[in-house]
Nanobody, 116 residues
Framework: QVQFVESGGGLVQPGGSLRLSCAASGSSGTIYQMGWDRQATGEQRELVADISIHGKTRYADSVKGRFTISGDNAKNTIYLQMNALKPEDTAVYFC??????????WGKGTLVTVSS
């Protein structure tokens, strides 16, 4: 079972920045991709960004140009730098691990609140 250590969430004013971190351990298989999903109250969970072990990244259209995902394969750790935050970015952000066999695991999440 994958264990996650997620950190970096909190309260920030519109236009501000936050940096999320996620370290994963205990995977029984090879991790192929890590990323962040988010879920706002009353909404479906959605992809924010992910990064493969080859460094290929994907972003939701709503965060392109504002968020940057990076990772350290050796440490199974990823980071999400979030700039120019908007109130609509408010959500619980879940770290995600995708293994080569297709198994997907999520952390418990960290709350990001963007409000004045």
């Amino acid at each position: 079972q994958v264990q996650f250590v997620e950190s970096g969430g909190g309260l920030v004013q519109p236009g501000g920045s936050l940096r999320l971190s996620c370290a994963a351990s205990g995977s029984s298989g090879t991790i192929y991709q890590m990323g962040w999903d988010r879920q706002a109250t009353g909404e479906q969970r959605e992809l924010v960004a992910d990064i493969s072990i080859h460094g290929k990244t994907r972003y939701a259209d709503s965060v392109k140009g504002r968020f940057t995902i990076s990772g350290d394969n050796a440490k199974n750790t990823i980071y999400l730098q979030m700039n120019a935050l908007k109130p609509e970015d408010t959500a619980v952000y879940f770290c995600k691990v995708v293994e080569l066999d297709g198994m997907v695991s999520w952390g418990k999440g960290t709350l990001v609140t963007v409000s004045s």
